[in-house]
């Protein structure tokens, strides 16, 4: 079963509007939340993060949302710029000391 | 700099063959991982390793296999047993603990 998930997997946004990326997850022990960037044929590099103990984290034009109670996170890009066509994956852990991170199955964003 | 290194790039194996994808990092971290992304679908865990000479199975380890000699390296092979080898295969690392996972550039594995 897809543990974490997004539900879009594209999504067209144009020039200078915001950008909002979806991922839910359905277990409840999850709580450390990452988000990675894809490029083609390219590994992911880090976007943003938060853990269970805040709800935002904000970083320049990046914006990650976390609303526990209804397993839901979801990042914001504002404005969205060219270079931030590309693949978005979020992806969960839990705290019990597993190293272990679940992905979801990434939203292609093209802006 | 400092970094993670995969290679090859792109990589072709026989039927029958065993072949070995190379990672190397020198960030210092103890904990690697293995993952493979197939088209349309999310990274999947091969094999992690928290620390040298030890390393675990992931959600997805038949038909591979790995070791962890060095701190620094974190070799997989892919192993005739592999039914479906093609897909791109991804090398992370991270310091101890649930910390940000830093990837290499990946290495594509296509089967002749």
């Known amino acids: 079963d897809q543990q974490v998930k997004q539900n879009s997997p594209s999504l067209s946004v144009q020039e200078g509007r915001i950008s909002i990326l979806n991922c839910d997850y359905t277990?409840?022990?999850?709580?450390?939340f990452l988000w990675y960037k894809k490029y083609p044929a390219e590994g992911p590099t880090f976007l943003i993060s938060?853990?269970?103990?805040?709800d935002k984290n904000e970083d320049g034009r990046f914006t990650v949302f976390l609303n526990k109670s209804a397993k839901h996170l979801s990042l914001h890009i504002v404005p969205s710029q060219p270079g931030d066509s590309a693949v978005y994956f979020c992806?969960?852990?839990?705290?019990?000391?597993?190293?272990?991170?679940?992905f979801g199955t990434g939203t292609r964003l093209k802006v | 700099d400092g970094g993670i290194t995969q290679s090859p790039k792109y990589l072709f194996r026989k039927e029958g063959q065993n072949v070995t994808l190379s990672c190397e990092q020198n960030?210092?971290?103890?904990?690697m991982y293995w993952y493979r992304q197939d088209p349309g679908q999310g990274l999947r865990l091969i094999y992690y390793?928290?620390?040298?000479?030890?390393?675990q199975k992931g959600d997805i380890a038949e038909g591979y296999s790995v070791s962890r000699e060095k701190k620094e390296s974190f070799p997989l092979t892919v192993t005739s047993a592999q039914k479906n080898p093609t897909a791109f295969y991804l090398c992370?690392?991270?310091?101890?603990?649930?910390?940000?996972?830093?990837f290499g550039p990946g290495t594509r594995l296509l089967v002749l």
């Open positions: 992370a690392s991270s310091p101890v603990g649930l910390e940000t996972q830093y």
């Open positions: 277990n409840s022990m999850f709580d450390y």
């Open positions: 938060i853990s269970s103990i805040k």
């Open positions: 992806a969960a852990s839990g705290s019990s000391g597993t190293y272990k991170y679940i």
């Open positions: 960030l210092n971290h103890d904990a």
């Open positions: 390793s928290q620390i040298v000479n030890d390393f």
